[in-house]
């Protein structure tokens, strides 16, 4: 089992300070973290926010790859059909050359409306750019010279340079929390981030199967929440704003895109009060045997690789050293072989 954590570099107005100082103080728990064992740490993309949600993740995972020495760097995601692939191409090559060969690739499709409107995509298009960008990337990575010719993108016999560190390529993990990503994501990918039902674990490996892929020789992360605390109630008090706040914005996001129907449903819950936005105390503040637990039941599953949130918008970087330091010494070695 791997442990990562994922960064939004998020600064909400309630919370604000420089944004020089969050990215500071950013990159000193990132520095920690790796000191203490966690094996990688994650950048995730949203653009137009109130919130400043990182919208440059090849800027700082180059950043962290020159701060970092160990822990791999990823993107969980990239949203892959805002950005032409070539330069994708171009800038995972970077990010892999700094890293000295650390790099993980992430793309996923994005479903964030005035994203795509801003950038003057259009939505229903994206199956068919990630197919067509998945393809171009893993040519320019993995071939001296190339030409492709598409709906969306058409060249002649370009050679895409510097080459990355890894060879033949970085590894690819694709999120995904529906079928027709997991189809994607079993054909192009090395892993999959199920973001959503455990269900969708089984899923992918049945699409791996019919790839005529091997399933043990792909890698499932899933996305989590944790801090580590004996003290639940006074924990769920100071961070319980800042889970508040990551909650409602996810879903009304994903609401007003409605990809999904659980997305319009979840959104009008979290309207009338039905549901408690971002997660509750039980469910986020655990003692070590609950985090235990809960890693146990996901390797049952068959996760290979559980990405946690490393803080709440507005909360902190230093506020949750404590938990991540205290998970690599009485958790993640619970899970090392």
């Not at 998945?134 to 058409?154: K, N």
């Not at 370009?158 to 189809?183: C, G, N, S, Y």
């Not at 819950?269 to 637990?293: C, E, F, H, W, Y």
Request: aromatic share 12%; proline share 7%.
């Amino acid at each position: 089992m791997q442990f990562g954590l994922l960064y939004d570099f998020r600064n909400p107005p309630p919370w604000f300070v420089p944004s020089a100082d969050l990215y500071a103080e950013t990159f000193d728990q990132i520095r920690a973290v790796e000191s203490f064992g966690w094996d990688s740490v994650w950048v995730t993309e949203h653009h137009f926010t109130d919130d400043g949600y990182l919208p440059a993740v090849n800027a700082v995972a180059s950043a962290i790859a020159m701060i970092t020495t160990r822990v791999q760097i990823g993107h969980s995601v990239l949203l892959l059909p805002l950005h032409h692939p070539l330069r994708i191409a171009e800038e995972g090559a970077i990010v892999d050359i700094l890293s000295n060969g650390r790099f993980i690739f992430g793309p996923g499709l994005g479903y964030k409306v005035d994203e795509f409107d801003a950038f003057g995509i259009n939505r229903k298009h994206r199956p068919r750019l990630m197919d067509e960008s998945m393809e171009i990337i893993t040519r320019a990575w993995t071939e001296e010279r190339f030409s492709f010719h598409g709906r969306y993108f058409d060249f002649d016999d370009l050679a895409v340079t510097p080459r990355p560190a890894q060879q033949p390529r970085p590894p690819i993990w694709m999120a995904a929390r529906a079928d027709a990503p997991l189809k994607r994501a079993a054909k192009y990918a090395d892993g999959v981030i199920a973001v959503g039902s455990p269900e969708l674990i089984a899923r992918y490996r049945g699409f791996v199967t019919d790839e005529g892929r091997d399933p043990k020789a792909m890698t499932v992360a899933v996305l989590r929440s944790v801090i580590l605390s004996d003290d639940p109630g006074a924990a769920w008090e100071d961070v319980k704003d800042h889970v508040r706040w990551r909650g409602e914005r996810y879903g009304q996001w994903y609401g007003e895109a409605g990809d999904l129907p659980q997305d319009i449903a979840r959104m009008e819950q979290l309207r009338s009060g039905a549901v408690q936005a971002g997660g509750t105390m039980a469910n986020l503040i655990k003692d070590v045997p609950a985090a235990i637990a809960e890693v146990e039941e996901l390797e049952r599953l068959g996760v290979d690789c559980v990405i946690y949130f490393a803080t709440f918008p507005g909360y902190a970087p230093s506020k949750m050293v404590p938990t991540w330091e205290r998970f690599a010494k009485e958790v993640i070695p619970r899970f090392r072989t």
